[in-house]
């Protein structure tokens, strides 16, 4: 028997039980209504105005504040940009699927075939977000984000001409207001382009594409440039290796070749391998000698001139077949091609800035310095104009060397800001101006001290040091007590010494005469040094010196003596000789001559006494002179 339904009271019961605990309903989301309203709305403005036959410039800002209705009158916030961007993104692709059900190209799309105006709503619509974004009204990275929906939505041959559209307004996109806010969308719009290129098919399309990235974006933009070195390993050249019958050639020579290439597209395993340099050095001297034996003649680089045949200077990849190297021997331009990349790989080796490490070791320098030297050999003799090409060789490696500096440097910016020129600059040639004292410099050290009158009184200010300040150091060095070495003496400071002695030409005479008698030591003041420091220096001066003054006081005491023998006879009144009173005058002041003589004799052959001043000794000399005087008056007499 089935078991009884409930009753129906029971169940509205409970329904009513949980809506009370359930929470109230949400308003319908009338939000996302009115947010689909006013993007219909701004698509609705803006496809009226992309009818307008009048430059963007005249209704493009008139348009926005219609659509949008912004709270400041020229420049949009976040939330407005936000909202036209997602409008205009939404025209873009409703005009780009109209375009496509019309059968025409995008940027052709609604031009007149009879009257010939370009009338595309696509490109007009970029026009007038293109202006926007240059006056600052709205967002910068807005039309970059357009035209990367537009790549996005197109055929590679649609592509074509959009980009011919990116090339026109280079110099625009270019600007630094936009280029900062959109530098990043154009590169991946530009990288994704270039993937969906064929390189084979496409090969001027992607040309275009890195020409415009090239002049788009600074030279020392980083993410442009290989700043690690990684290799492209992917580049593996495939050949031959069993030996096929029929072959004229020696086929272990063609593996040896080819074997290079391994090599050449990873050179740091070779480098960090002593294993694969070995190989590597005999393989390539197997082929550098086998290139020797078998010289090219004139005839052979005629054949291949490089400059009557410009198809053959632009060839992608070498065959490997081994039915052909007979003939690739021939062609001079394979040889160089090899040649060539071994001379890049030996600059990889040698390249700047690599530690001992890193680098080669000494006897792989030398091997690599030989090979080097063998390889530019073989290029020299290649015809045609083998000297001139090795010559343009080793200009690129050169140059190349400074753009791995460079890199390594950290990418530092080429360009440097241009030179502002001050308003006052622009009426002709400025004149030097002329300054009181002669230079600026000077100029400004007068004006200040004049307005600061009491910097001379300032006790603050730096003064020259007194003799006694000045000398104490070497005084204190000149203590035995002190044990200063001769090393950090400071009469081994010349400078020192020097500005010592201008100081006591200044202020100490005395000191600074005895300079030439005892040296910087006998300059320094007495009171400074230790009294037996001080003993050494207060002695007398030598003896040289003293015995010169000696002798000119003897010559002062001889003139006397003569004047009085020239003039006995005067004093006589014509008299005879005979008289013997007169007569013993002579006589006597000879022998008090004599004795004078005797009595000056021990001092001049004994010499001062140690510690004898000089004056006393100039004493002693003017009392004999004036006893001998006495003497000579009373003989007269």
Known sequence: MAEPSPPPASN?????????????????????????????????????????????????????QEAIKPQKETVLVLEENQSLENALRTLLQELVSSAVQSGKKIMQYGNSLDSGESNCPITRLLDIVLYLCERGHVEGGMVFQLLEDLTEMSTIKDC????????????????????????????????????????????????????????????????????????????????????????????????????????????ALTNTNPAKWQKFSSNLAVVLSTFEAQPLSDDDGKLNNLNEEEDAAFNIKYLTSSKLMGLELKDPSFRRHILVQCLIFFDYLK??????????????????????????????????????????????????????????????????????????????????????????????????????????????????????????????????????????????????????????????????????????????????????????????????????????????????????????PETDGGGSGGDPEEGAAPMDSDNGGVEDSQKRSPGEVSGPESGQCEPEADADDNVKTETTSTARLELRR
């Open 160 to 267: 074509k001409d959009i980009f011919g559209y990116i090339e026109s307004q280079q110099d625009v996109l270019g600007k630094q207001e936009l280029f900062g806010r959109g530098k990043l969308v154009m590169l991946r719009t530009c990288n994704q382009l270039l993937r969906r290129l064929s390189k084979a098919n496409d090969v001027v399309f992607c040309g275009r594409i890195i020409m415009f990235l090239a002049h788009f974006f600074p030279l020392s933009e980083r993410s442009a440039l290989n700043i690690k070195g990684v290799f492209n390993t992917s580049n593996v050249t495939k050949y031959e290796k069993d030996a096929m019958d029929g072959i004229s050639v020696d086929f272990n020579f063609y593996k040896t070749l080819w074997s290079l290439q391994e090599h050449f597209s990873n050179p």
């Open 351 to 568: 390249a700047p800035g690599k530690n001992d490490k890193e680098g080669p070791t000494g006897s792989m320098k030398e091997e690599i310095k030989s090979c080097e030297e063998h390889v530019k050999k073989l290029l020299e003799i290649i015809p045609p104009k083998g000297k001139e090409f090795l010559k343009s060789i080793e200009h690129i490696l050169e140059r190349e060397k400074n753009w791995v500096w460079w890199k390594r440097d950290g990418c530092l910016a080429f360009e440097k800001p241009p030179f502002e020129k001050k308003p006052g600059q622009a009426g002709g040639r400025k004149r030097k101006p002329r300054w009181r004292l002669g230079n600026k410099e000077l100029s400004q050290l007068w004006k200040w001290a004049e307005q600061n009158p009491n910097v001379l009184t300032d006790p603050d200010r730096v003064r020259m040091p007194s003799i006694t300040e000045y000398w104490k150091p070497l005084a204190e060095d000149m203590d035995p007590s002190a044990g200063i070495e001769e090393e950090y003496h400071h009469k081994s400071n010349r400078v020192y010494c020097w500005k010592g002695l201008r100081f006591s030409a200044r202020q100490d005479l005395d000191g600074f005469a005895r300079f030439s008698d005892y040296g910087i030591e006998g300059v320094v003041p007495s009171e400074l040094l230790p009294p037996e420091v001080n003993a050494r220096f207060s002695s007398k001066p030598a003896e040289k010196v003293k015995r010169t003054r000696r002798e000119d006081s003897k010559g002062m005491s001889a003139q006397p003596k003569e004047q009085q023998v020239a003039a006995t």
């Open 12 to 64: 509205a019961g409970l329904r009513i039980l949980l809506s009370k605990d359930r929470p109230a309903p949400s308003p319908p989301p009338t939000a996302a209504v009115s947010s689909h309203a006013d993007r219909d709305r701004i698509i609705g403005v803006f496809r009226s105005a992309l009818s307008r036959n009048e430059p963007p410039e005249t209704f493009s800002l008139q348009t926005v």
